[in-house]
C-alpha cells in the first residue's frame, strides 16, 4: 500500500511516516501487519473522543440512512445542523451566538476574517509572531514564516504582527484596525500559554478602538484543555471565535461562532456573503453533535486536567527541559531538535504515536484522545522515558 500511497496520493513531506492503517479503536491505531500503535496524537488532536467512538459511529450510521447531502449551506433546515448550533449557543459565551458551519479550520479562518473586514468596514488584521491559522491564501497571510509564504506571494495585504504576550505590541492596535486574531494557546509555537492577562488587555485594547477580538480554538476547543473552550481560563470572551479539529470527532469540520449582530452581516450587502456547499453536511453535523453531547455530559473535561497531571508527573527526565501546555494539550519539550526526531521515531518503532510542532523544533507534541487512560499514558510514558534513556546513555 505504500507504494501507491506514494505514487497517487500528493504529498506533503519528501518522508511521510507511512503506517498502513487497517483499522482504529479506542487510543490505537491497528496497521496491516497486526500492530496496535498507542496514539498519543489523536490525529493532531482531532479525535477527541478516541477512534470508532460508539456514540459517533451510531450517529453516523443513524444519519447516513436517513440522508446525506440535500442543499448549499443555509438554504434547508437540517436537524443535525439546527439541534448541533442550538446546543453550542448554550455553552458558548457570546451572546446570541449564531455558528456558522464550514469544512475545516482553515476555511473557519477565512470566513471570520471575512466577517471582521464586513462588519468594521476596515482592512487591517493584527496576527501574532510565530502563529498558525491554516494554509489557505488568508490563512498563510496571517503567518510570519516567510520561508513558508514566499513560494505563494502575493498574500493578503494590510496584515501586522505583535508579539504575543507583550503588551507593549498593543500600541499596533488602532482605529484602522478590523481585528486581531490569536490562538488563546499557541500551537505551532510551542504550546504557549497567555499570561499576566494577555488577553484580557489585547481585548480591552480592542474594545477602545472598534476593533474585533478572533480567538482561534482549532487545536484547544472542546475540552482539551481543561475547559470546553481555553478563553474560559483566562477572563474573556471572543467576538469571534475559530473552533475544528476535535469538534467531530475524527471527522472534517470548522465553524466560526459569533454574535446575532455580527453574523447576520454576512448575510445582505452582498447576499451571500461566504458561502459553501459541504457546510454543515448532515453526516458531519450529527457526529459534532454526539461529540459535544459527549464532552459535556460526561466528567471527560474534569479528568483532562488529572491526566495532565499525571503526564507531567511522570515524564520527569534530565533530557526534557519542561512538558508545557494544560490538559492534553502538551508537548515535551527535550533539549534538541535531534533528540525529538529521535524519540518521534523510535516511538513509532515502539508502537507510540507521537509527532512534531510546527515551529518549536525541541518538541514532542502529546495530544491523545481525551478518553485515553491512566494505564494508558503510563504505558506510553514508559516507552518515551526509555527512549530518553536509551539517548542519554549514549
Given amino acids: 500500500m505504500n507504494k501507491d500511497f506514494l505514487t497517487y496520493q500528493a504529498q506533503t513531506t519528501p518522508h511521510p511516516l507511512g503506517l498502513e492503517v487497517s483499522s482504529a479503536k479506542g487510543s490505537y491505531i491497528y496497521t496491516t501487519d497486526g500492530k496496535a500503535h498507542l496514539d498519543f496524537v489523536a490525529g493532531v488532536s482531532a479525535c477527541s473522543l478516541g ?73 487591517e488584521i493584527i496576527a501574532a509572531h510565530r502563529a498558525y491559522h491554516g494554509n489557505t491564501m488568508g490563512s498563510l497571510s496571517l503567518m510570519d514564516f516567510e520561508e513558508r509564504k514566499k513560494p505563494f506571494e502575493p498574500l493578503l495585504p494590510e496584515i501586522s504582527f505583535l508579539n504575543f504576550n507583550d503588551e507593549t505590541s498593543l500600541d499596533t ?55 470546553l473552550f481555553a478563553y474560559e481560563h483566562f477572563g474573556i470572551i471572543p467576538d469571534i471565535l475559530v473552533i475544528g479539529k476535535g469538534m467531530a470527532g475524527g471527522l472534517p469540520v470548522g465553524a466560526f461562532v459569533a454574535s446575532e449582530k455580527l453574523m447576520d452581516s454576512l448575510s445582505d450587502n452582498p447576499k451571500m456573503g461566504h458561502i459553501t456547499t459541504f457546510g454543515g ?40 527541559e519542561e512538558v508545557r501546555g494544560k490538559g492534553l494539550m502538551l508537548a515535551a519539550i527535550v533539549s534538541s531538535e535531534e533528540i525529538a526526531n529521535q524519540v518521534i521515531l523510535e516511538a513509532k518503532d515502539n508502537e507510540l504515536i507521537l509527532f512534531w510542532l510546527l515551529f518549536e523544533k525541541r518538541a514532542v507534541r502529546i495530544t491523545p484522545p481525551l478518553t485515553i487512560s491512566k494505564e494508558e499514558i503510563e504505558k506510553g510514558c514508559k516507552i518515551i522515558l526509555a527512549i530518553l534513556d536509551k539517548i542519554y546513555k549514549n
Fill in 173 to 227: 492596535i488602532t482605529k484602522k484596525t478590523a481585528a486581531v486574531i490569536l490562538e488563546t494557546i499557541q500551537g505551532g509555537a510551542g504550546f504557549i500559554q497567555p499570561k499576566d492577562d494577555f488577553l484580557k488587555k489585547v481585548k480591552q485594547r480592542c474594545e477602545e478602538v472598534g476593533a474585533l477580538l478572533i480567538l482561534d480554538e482549532i487545536q484547544p476547543g472542546f475540552g482539551r484543555t481543561g475547559k
Fill in 281 to 320: 453536511n448532515p453526516l458531519i453535523a450529527a457526529s459534532a453533535l454526539a461529540t459535544l453531547e459527549e464532552i459535556t455530559s460526561t466528567s471527560l473535561i474534569e479528568e483532562t486536567l488529572e491526566k495532565e497531571k499525571l503526564f507531567k508527573t511522570l515524564l520527569v527526565h534530565p533530557l526534557i
Fill in 51 to 123: 477512534h470508532s467512538h460508539p456514540k459517533i459511529v451510531k450517529a453516523i450510521k443513524e444519519q447516513s440512512e436517513k440522508y446525506l447531502h440535500v442543499m448549499v449551506y443555509g438554504e434547508y433546515a437540517q436537524s443535525p445542523a439546527v439541534n448541533y448550533t442550538k446546543l453550542l449557543s448554550e455553552k458558548v459565551d457570546i451572546p446570541n451566538a449564531k455558528t456558522y458551519l464550514v469544512n475545516s479550520g482553515t476555511e473557519a479562518i477565512e470566513g471570520a476574517l471575512k466577517l471582521a473586514r464586513r462588519y468594521t468596514g476596515r482592512q
